[in-house]
């Protein structure tokens, strides 16, 4: 706080006027602080004893203001200040003088004209649009990365992101994805299959190494896939067993090829490696003779016991073979069971001439079933399948003590002939996944993957896991 300061009687004050100047005669005086803005020069104090009665100790000064009328504190007890002459607040909002208007220059041709490099530029970025859409519709479908399917896009133009096969292609890639099965064991991925590389001729499909914790998964679909004729005495065979007319085309690193016969469809297993396929092969024949099994996909065309079989039933097969768009347009996008929703388990089955899918979830997730059935029926890009929804009871409530959750939908095709039902099926909230969990880890499923879809379970093995090693004391 500033110290209050008086002048002795004895002493004359320095004279100072308004513009806090000192006055004639006291140069080289320290001036007095300013004390008002007024416009008559204050008179001198101590120098009549009316000013000497009048005149107070000078206030102190704080922030660049006069603390008046505070408690404890000096006034001012002269008169007061002329006020300053201000001018009204709307009188200083003048406005500014209107200006000429100037007639502007034309405008330069628009870059969005047709043919000119703005044009262009727009066509690229909304093709680069499109690019990103087919290439994501693509990666959810197939299971291969955004960027693989950028690529694919950007050299091949006007692709279709997930193009249909043809007739004899649909019938054999429904083959495939019927005998390949998902009801036998525990995968890392739906069907046990890893990606697929769709084409209009042709399909490449990337197969996981391991079907459940004991089996390969190429021996498997050797023994699905690859037809014989059983020869013993000690019954009547019933027809061709395996895949009808499907027959192996060739071993390389690619994988092995299949087709089928008296065609150029063409479907390829990738995954193992040309080692394994070979041993894999030359294992399967030497079972099928100890089992009085005759191969027969070696012959080029329709050997007589699969010919035979098919005339035992010609219409039948004739609705399959109308049909086989279905599960060819499924096996295509086989990923999207595992892309966008999470079951920790997919079992699908041919049930007339459609299909029946059973999708596992385990409690407290979302079952995220909109979403798949909106991929696999996109309006450009998907199936022709009308959907039905028969039965919903994803709402939460905890009325129902932890139950057991279930949603039916009907994917019905446009001619009737058949449908696609789903059954999302999600656990109850005591249901022990430990033994799904460990099948899973020995197939070869990704950690992170099981922590998406086994989260629960996932964190307590995980707990325990840190605390067997010692890293939680």
Not at 247 to 258: M, N, S, T, V, Y
Not at 282 to 302: F, K, Q, Y
Not at 319 to 337: C, P, V
């Amino acid at each position: 706080m500033h110290a209050e300061s008086s002048q002795p009687a004895g002493n004359p004050t320095i004279p100072i006027n308004r513009h806090n100047q000192v006055s004639t005669g006291s140069i080289g005086s320290r001036p007095e602080p300013h004390r008002w803005a007024d416009s008559t020069p204050h008179q001198p104090y101590g120098s009549t004893p009316e000013a000497k009665q009048r005149a107070t100790p000078t206030p102190p000064v704080r922030c660049g203001r006069l603390l008046r009328g505070l408690p404890g504190r000096p006034s001012f007890a002269g008169p007061p200040p002329d006020p300053v002459p201000q001018q009204p607040l709307r009188a200083r909002r003048s406005k500014a003088p209107p200006r000429e208007h100037q007639r502007l220059p034309d405008p330069a041709p628009s870059i969005c004209a047709p043919g000119s490099d703005g044009a262009r530029i727009r066509m690229t970025m909304s093709h680069g649009n499109a690019l990103t859409q087919k290439a994501r519709y693509r990666s959810r479908c197939t299971g291969i990365g955004h960027q693989a399917c950028t690529q694919q896009h950007t050299t091949a133009e006007g692709q279709h992101p997930v193009p249909d096969s043809g007739p004899d292609q649909a019938r054999l890639e429904a083959q495939v994805f019927e005998h390949l099965g998902g009801t036998i064991d525990y995968c890392a991925h739906p069907a046990g299959i890893a990606h697929v590389i769709p084409t209009g001729t042709h399909l490449t499909v990337a197969l996981d190494p391991k079907l459940g914790p004991n089996h390969r998964l190429s021996q498997h679909c050797l023994e699905a896939l690859l037809p014989t004729i059983y020869t013993g005495t000690d019954e009547d065979p019933e027809g061709p067993g395996s895949a009808v007319g499907v027959r192996l085309r060739g071993i390389d690193a690619d994988g092995l090829h299949l087709g089928l016969a008296d065609t150029n469809a063409r479907v390829t297993l990738a995954g193992p490696s040309q080692a394994e396929w070979t041993t894999a092969l030359a294992n399967h024949r030497a079972r099928c003779r100890e089992s009085h099994l005759i191969p027969l996909w070696d012959t080029p065309g329709l050997s007589e016991p699969e010919r035979r079989y098919l005339d035992g039933d010609p219409a039948w097969w004739k609705e399959q073979a109308d049909t086989a768009w279905l599960a060819s347009g499924l096996l295509r996008r086989i990923a999207l069971f595992h892309t966008v929703t999470k079951p920790y388990c997919v079992r699908y089955w041919r049930h007339g001439l459609g299909w029946r899918f059973e999708l596992r979830y385990e409690h407290g997730l979302t079952v995220e079933h909109n979403t798949l059935i909106a991929s696999l029926t996109h309006p450009k890009w998907g199936m022709p399948l009308q959907v039905k929804r028969d039965h919903c009871s994803c709402k939460p409530c905890a009325c129902d003590g932890g139950a057991e959750r279930n949603c039916w939908f009907t994917l019905e095709m446009p001619d009737g002939q058949g449908e696609v039902g789903m059954h999302f099926r999600r656990a109850r909230a005591d249901f022990d996944a430990s033994g799904t969990y460990e099948r899973l880890v020995t197939a070869g499923a990704n950690a992170r993957w099981l922590e998406q879809v086994l989260p629960a379970h996932h964190s307590r093995l995980s707990l325990r896991t840190r605390l067997t090693t010692g890293e939680l004391v």
